[in-house]
C-alpha cells in the first residue's frame, strides 16, 4: 500500500478502475499485486479496512487494466534499493542467531 504514500487511497487511475468493479483503489491495487503472485501484507488498524484488504478475491482486473497500474510504475524503490551491492551486503550481513548485531 505503498505506507499510504502517493495518494494511493485516492488515486484517480486506481479509483477509476475500481468503479468498473465495485471495488476500491486500495483493493484495485492489492488485486493487482495478488494477481501478479506478489505476496501482499497491507497493514491496518481499523477493522472494517482490515476486511476492505480481505476482500479481494472475487474480481479479476482485466489485461489492459493490468498494464495500466504497471505503467504507473516509479522505477525505484520507495524503501531500500534492491539492486546496489550495498544493500546485499548489508542484508547477507544479518545472523539470526547473532545476539550481538540484534542489539
Ligand atoms: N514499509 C516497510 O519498510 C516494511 C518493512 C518490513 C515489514 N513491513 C510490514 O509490512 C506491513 C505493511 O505495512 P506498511 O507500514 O508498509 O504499510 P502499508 O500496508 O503499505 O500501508 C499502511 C497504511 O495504509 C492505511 N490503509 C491500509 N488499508 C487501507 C485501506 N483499505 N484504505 C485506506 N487506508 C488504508 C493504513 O491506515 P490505518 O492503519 O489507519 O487503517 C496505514 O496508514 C506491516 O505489517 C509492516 O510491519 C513494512
Avoid: C
Wanted: proline fraction near 2%; charge should be neutral; glycine fraction near 8%.
Amino acid at each position: 500500500m505503498a505506507e499510504g504514500k502517493h495518494g494511493i487511497f485516492t488515486h484517480p487511475v486506481l479509483t477509476e478502475i475500481g468503479k468498473k468493479y465495485g471495488k476500491s483503489a486500495a483493493q484495485v491495487a492489492l488485486r493487482w499485486n495478488a494477481q501478479r503472485g506478489v505476496v501482499i501484507i497491507p497493514k491496518s488498524t481499523h477493522r472494517e479496512r482490515m476486511e476492505e484488504n480481505m476482500n479481494i478475491w472475487d474480481f479479476v482486473l482485466s489485461g489492459d487494466d493490468m498494464t495500466v497500474i504497471s505503467a504507473l510504475d516509479l522505477g525505484h524503490s520507495e524503501i531500500i534499493d534492491h539492486s546496489a551491492a550495498e544493500t546485499a551486503k548489508w542484508l547477507n550481513g544479518w545472523k539470526i542467531h547473532d545476539e550481538k548485531q540484534r542489539n
